[in-house]
């Protein structure tokens, strides 16, 4: 693997909640409580996770659009942790952000041409006819007429804004591309649409890819390699292949066999791992393992040590005290 | 779901209407729908297909104006709801059928205690005096797997995640003991353990009580978990209706084959990342249905007839029917 375009180490970005009573300490919010990983050029790196694990958060502490608490932040070799001004604005054109909901991400009252000509704009590329040029080009990759520059938002449906999205982001020619959830505001049978356009976009420009998703099925068909994110942290982290052919982490083990599919059916309804209740607040994690409370196979040191997240085979890395080698095979304690 | 099992709701012929700026739009055209006790019946398709209107409609809460309902019949229980008075659907509505929503967060009243609004329809129902009602509450809580029911019961809906929301939501459609439930895509707004413990709770509950269910999704995989048999809705029209395992199968309709088609296989041995069907174009606006198959458009295999007629159904084999030109005449 050549050097990563993204580098991140022990990322921490923690939130202040509102003060109500002088008495009461202040409460904080570990939205993201280190987390580590790297992306190679030209590969998708697919974060799932449930409502409140982190993964935007993550997402947009790498783009520094959230204070970052700690850690570290490479991109193309420059650490942009800390950089401020003029230096981080100019940096943005290399890593951009697709988001979820493409009704209230564009604005109502800009012409569809403009929104996606803005980036250039704003970081001053390119002149005036060189800015039109691109605009034009971007219309085609992604498959929008180019008389449609003219229209508003509200005249193109969720799936053509979701093009208007993408077409902006590439505009600047980025790097790296954020897309946070970029298909669950979308019919499912125009999500098949976007999903190909970016897969395409992928071959055709070497793009590198953040992918955040709660859908592991879309997930699998996307990255190259998987971090399943809890309360905050990586649980679990490998490549695609061995990720699917068999999850390490029970929390990993359980999520996925929560998803209901054509061909399992009601056998794979009735095999489920059922997991009760729902995630603890991240205002004050537990100090063992955050999945220990709803995990199947915790014992009682779980709950008093936070397991740390350990390399099992090559490229597969868990956070599980229960998950071990024995004579050269990786046993899980869901076996 | 073979034999002659008591047929709980038989809808036949029903249409609705919106009109507004002097034009009319037809919403729902000519569906025909049954549930019988102990089944659950799926309605499958793309948003603006016409599933949560085919919902409304049964209860009669088509908003109007601008919506009519302008034909057809909704028997159930051996009466016609479309000819009830409005009294007596009272007594139907959230009584005899139970109804989720979509959207947990907005169908709790924000100023009311769970326990108050639980109690509600007991009160009106059941005949229950406030302290039963709370009792029941409890209970009904408890069913739908909540700890520390006692203690829920008076707090208020922004005090509860959004899982426990959709269950109190279920709490309050089974509290009278319907014998028809509507689900209208209970848990898209939830993640996937949660929406694991909601299907379990729903199926407990129909193995329980032998209630028919109906639920609206747009995920064929919670139609393979969850149903007995499938109506794909298109364009305000049921296009395709089977047995569940017939429609996964040997889907006839080509609309039916993309929905199965055009996500992503999490059981497939492995993805190479190769493109996906793509269902081309989008769904028409009701306001501008075409005079053929509403599908024609998008349909890769759509022949000049079905551009200018509309298809007939034909039955495929023992419950399994479908309006597409492509299976005229094929059936037995």
Same mark, same amino acid.
């Given at each position: 693997? /050549?050097?990563?375009?993204?580098?991140?180490?022990d990322?921490?970005?923690?939130?202040?909640?509102?003060?109500?009573?002088?008495l009461?300490?202040?409460?904080?919010?570990r939205a993201?409580?280190?987390?580590?990983?790297?992306?190679?050029?030209?590969?998708?790196?697919?974060?799932?996770g449930?409502?409140?694990?982190?993964?935007?958060?993550?997402?947009?502490?790498?783009?520094?659009?959230?204070?970052?608490?700690?850690?570290?932040?490479?991109?193309?070799?420059?650490?942009?942790t800390?950089?401020?001004?003029e230096?981080?604005?100019?940096?943005?054109?290399?890593?951009?952000?697709?988001?979820?909901?493409?009704?209230?991400?564009?604005?109502?009252?800009?012409?569809?041409?403009?929104?996606?000509?803005s980036?250039?704009?704003?970081?001053?590329?390119?002149?005036?006819?060189?800015?039109?040029?691109?605009?034009?080009?971007?219309?085609?990759?992604?498959?929008?007429?180019?008389?449609?520059?003219?229209?508003?938002?509200?005249?193109?449906?969720?799936?053509?804004?979701?093009?208007?999205?993408?077409?902006?982001?590439l505009?600047?020619?980025?790097?790296?591309?954020?897309?946070?959830?970029?298909?669950?505001?979308?019919?499912?049978?125009?999500?098949?649409?976007?999903?190909?356009?970016?897969?395409?976009?992928?071959?055709?420009?070497?793009?590198?890819?953040?992918?955040?998703?709660?859908?592991?099925?879309?997930?699998?068909?996307?990255?190259?390699?998987?971090?399943v994110?809890?309360?905050?942290?990586i649980?679990?982290?490998?490549?695609?292949?061995?990720?699917?052919?068999?999850?390490?982490?029970?929390? /990993?083990?359980?999520?996925?066999?929560?998803?209901?599919?054509?061909?399992?059916?009601?056998?794979?309804?009735?095999?489920?791992?059922?997991?009760?209740?729902?995630?603890?607040?991240?205002?004050?994690?537990?100090?063992?393992?955050?999945?220990?409370?709803?995990?199947?196979?915790?014992?009682?040191?779980?709950?008093?040590?936070?397991?740390?997240?350990?390399?099992?085979? /090559?490229?597969?890395?868990?956070?599980?005290?229960?998950?071990?080698?024995?004579?050269?095979?990786?046993?899980?304690?869901?076996? | 779901?073979?034999?002659?099992? @008591?047929?709980?709701?038989?809808?036949?012929?029903?249409?609705?209407?919106?009109?507004g700026? =002097?034009?009319t739009?037809?919403?729902?055209n000519?569906?025909?729908?049954?549930?019988?006790?102990?089944?659950?019946?799926?309605?499958?398709?793309?948003?603006?297909?016409?599933?949560?209107?085919?919902?409304?409609?049964?209860?009669?809460?088509? #908003?109007? $104006?601008?919506?009519?309902?302008?034909?057809?019949?909704?028997v159930?229980?051996g009466?016609?709801?479309?000819?009830? $008075? !409005?009294?007596?659907?009272?007594?139907?509505? =959230?009584?005899?059928?139970?109804?989720?929503?979509?959207?947990?967060?907005?169908?709790?009243n #924000?100023?009311?205690?769970?326990?108050?609004?639980?109690?509600?329809t007991?009160?009106?129902?059941?005949?229950?005096?406030?302290?039963?009602?709370?009792?029941?509450?409890?209970?009904?809580?408890?069913?739908?797997?909540? #700890?520390?029911?006692?203690?829920?019961?008076? !707090?208020?809906?922004?005090?509860?995640?959004?899982?426990?929301?959709?269950?109190?939501?279920?709490?309050?459609?089974?509290?009278?003991?319907?014998?028809?439930?509507?689900?209208? !895509?209970?848990?898209?707004?939830?993640?996937?353990?949660?929406?694991?413990?909601?299907?379990?709770?729903?199926?407990?509950?129909?193995?329980?009580?032998g209630?028919?269910?109906?639920?609206? @999704?747009?995920?064929?995989?919670?139609?393979? !978990?969850? @149903?007995?048999?499938?109506?794909?809705?298109? =364009?305000?029209?049921?296009?395709?209706?089977?047995?569940?395992?017939?429609?996964?199968?040997?889907?006839a309709? $080509?609309? @039916?084959?993309?929905?199965?088609?055009?996500? $992503?296989?999490?059981?497939?041995?492995?993805?190479?990342?190769?493109?996906?069907?793509?269902?081309?174009?989008?769904?028409?606006?009701?306001?501008?249905?075409?005079?053929?198959?509403?599908?024609?458009?998008?349909?890769?295999?759509?022949?000049?007839?079905?551009v200018?007629?509309?298809?007939?159904?034909?039955?495929?084999?023992?419950?399994?029917?479908?309006?597409?030109?492509?299976q005229?005449?094929t059936?037995?």
């Amino acid at each position: 693997m /050549s050097a990563p375009l993204v580098s991140v180490r022990d990322l921490a970005v923690h939130f202040a909640r509102p003060h109500f009573s002088p008495l009461k300490p202040r409460e904080t919010v570990r939205a993201v409580d280190g987390v580590s990983f790297d992306v190679a050029k030209g590969t998708t790196l697919g974060i799932v996770g449930e409502s409140g694990s982190g993964k935007t958060t993550v997402a947009r502490g790498l783009l520094r659009l959230v204070p970052v608490t700690s850690g570290r932040i490479v991109l193309g070799g420059t650490d942009i942790t800390a950089l401020g001004g003029e230096e981080m604005r100019q940096m943005r054109r290399h890593m951009q952000y697709i988001f979820q909901d493409p009704y209230s991400s564009l604005n109502p009252r800009v012409r569809a041409g403009t929104i996606v000509r803005s980036p250039l704009d704003v970081l001053g590329i390119g002149t005036p006819a060189e800015r039109e040029a691109r605009v034009a080009e971007l219309f085609a990759a992604v498959g929008l007429r180019p008389e449609s520059q003219h229209l508003f938002p509200h005249q193109f449906s969720g799936g053509q804004r979701q093009r208007i999205n993408i077409a902006r982001a590439l505009a600047p020619a980025p790097d790296l591309l954020v897309c946070d959830e970029p298909v669950s505001a979308l019919d499912v049978a125009i999500r098949a649409q976007i999903l190909n356009l970016l897969q395409q976009l992928k071959r055709r420009l070497g793009i590198t890819y953040l992918f955040i998703s709660h859908d592991m099925a879309v997930v699998k068909h996307v990255a190259d390699e998987v971090a399943v994110m809890y309360l905050g942290q990586i649980v679990e982290r490998a490549p695609r292949t061995a990720f699917f052919a068999r999850p390490l982490h029970p929390y /990993s083990v359980a999520l996925m066999s929560a998803v209901p599919t054509v061909r399992g059916g009601r056998e794979r309804a009735a095999r489920r791992i059922r997991l009760t209740g729902d995630p603890p607040s991240p205002i004050d994690p537990p100090p063992g393992c955050r999945f220990a409370a709803r995990c199947p196979v915790a014992e009682p040191a779980c709950r008093q040590t936070m397991p740390e997240l350990r390399e099992m085979a /090559s490229g597969q890395w868990v956070r599980c005290h229960r998950v071990e080698v024995v004579g050269g095979t990786i046993r899980r304690p869901l076996d | 779901m073979d034999g002659a099992p @008591t047929t709980l709701l038989d809808i036949s012929g029903l249409s609705v209407e919106f009109s507004g700026g =002097g034009r009319t739009a037809r919403v729902l055209n000519d569906v025909a729908l049954t549930v019988a006790a102990n089944e659950t019946l799926g309605i499958v398709g793309e948003s603006g297909c016409g599933k949560s209107m085919t919902a409304l409609a049964i209860l009669r809460l088509v #908003p109007s $104006p601008p919506g009519r309902i302008t034909g057809g019949r909704i028997v159930f229980g051996g009466e016609d709801l479309l000819q009830a $008075p !409005e009294q007596r659907l009272r007594d139907v509505r =959230g009584h005899r059928i139970g109804m989720i929503f979509q959207e947990p967060m907005t169908s709790l009243n #924000p100023v009311l205690t769970i326990g108050d609004q639980l109690s509600e329809t007991l009160i009106k129902h059941l005949k229950l005096d406030a302290r039963a009602a709370r009792a029941r509450s409890i209970e009904l809580l408890k069913a739908v797997g909540i #700890p520390a029911p006692e203690r829920r019961v008076d !707090e208020y809906p922004h005090q509860l995640s959004g899982g426990m929301r959709q269950r109190v939501m279920i709490a309050m459609a089974i509290g009278c003991e319907p014998q028809l439930l509507i689900a209208d !895509e209970p848990t898209t707004a939830l993640d996937v353990t949660v929406q694991a413990q909601i299907f379990e709770l729903l199926r407990e509950l129909r193995a329980r009580s032998g209630m028919g269910l109906i639920l609206i @999704t747009h995920d064929m995989g919670v139609i393979a !978990e969850m @149903t007995d048999r499938v109506a794909v809705m298109y =364009g305000g029209r049921v296009v395709e209706e089977a047995p569940t395992a017939d429609i996964l199968s040997a889907p006839a309709h $080509p609309y @039916t084959r993309g929905l199965i088609a055009c996500v $992503p296989d999490l059981d497939a041995e492995e993805d190479s990342g190769a493109d996906l069907l793509e269902i081309a174009g989008m769904v028409p606006s009701v306001w501008d249905l075409p005079k053929g198959c509403p599908f024609a458009d998008r349909c890769a295999e759509a022949m000049p007839r079905c551009v200018a007629e509309m298809p007939p159904t034909s039955v495929l084999s023992a419950g399994h029917r479908v309006a597409c030109w492509l299976q005229e005449g094929t059936g037995p």
